[in-house]
């Protein structure tokens, strides 16, 4: 039986105590994956309950070693931040490989929906018996880029008993022909807050996924993706959601879509979205 173990990747760059549960079961994706779990310092001997932020793409969270793209240094992050007040549990869940396109597209012919079902209804409960957490909506979150942004913004919309913030870093729009802006139209309530960001020099991304036709059509690559994410704030605001109260929009000048730029931005998103 599987148990949460100290981390041990050889030569690793994580600070503070991080955690792993090894190939945990997903009875909605039918496939295993290890859960990284950080946790603030003082954890151990404290009784304290604290916030839970679920991130994708948990091999780029907090170890060098692993990332095949730079490192978010989420819990380098998360130690400054506790100078200031903030404090939370990160929960990192790597992606498969080659499947995290269907895992983090929730519209056809993804299998996104089924992700989220795996995070509240095998890992958030696994989290919650194990660790000091408050499990609540308002202290529950979720968090990520590009794709791993569009499944947290469609995650916290879909599932507003959930989760009660959202950080969706660099969105990737476009997926189901845009049709985050569909979700936004039928869940969105103005609950709960979210921050959400793009760089003006991400363009080139749209290089990989849209065919040709569709780039002359849409005209500059940076401008496009720009747009992309504008349209999602536009629609945030039209459904309720109240800048700067209950959502943060970032436009980050010559920020291109890399990991190091959104490790730039995590600080400043995390004081929006975590209570202190």
Known sequence: MSEWQPYNVENHTVVGDLRFYPDLHSPQLDNRRNVLVWLPDG????????????????????????????????????????????????????????????????????????????????????????????????????????????ISLYGFLFYPAVFGFCGAFSTAFWFGNSGILNTIDES?????????????????????????????????????????VRHIRAALLEYGYLEPETLLYIEDEGAMHRENEWARRLPAALRFLLPR
């Open 188 to 228: 969105a309530t103005g609950h709960g807050k979210i921050y959400l960001d793009v760089g003006t020099r991400e363009g080139p991304t749209l290089a990989y996924t849209i065919s040709p036709d569709d780039l002359d059509k849409m005209g500059k690559l940076d401008l496009a993706y720009l747009n992309g």
């Open 43 to 150: 954890y151990a001997t404290s009784d304290q309950r604290y916030p839970v932020v679920y991130m994708h793409d948990g091999q780029n969270l907090f170890d060098e070693r692993t990332s095949y793209a730079g490192e978010w240094r989420v819990d380098e992050t998360m130690q400054a931040l506790a100078s200031e007040g903030y404090a939370a549990i990160v929960v990192g869940l790597p992606n498969q490989g080659e499947l995290r396109r269907s895992e983090y597209n929730p519209y056809p012919p993804g299998s996104g929906d089924a992700y989220i079902r795996f995070i509240t209804e095998t890992v958030k409960p696994l989290i919650d018996s194990t660790f000091h957490t408050q499990p609540d909506v308002a202290h529950t979150g979720i968090a990520g880029s590009s794709m791993g942004g569009l």
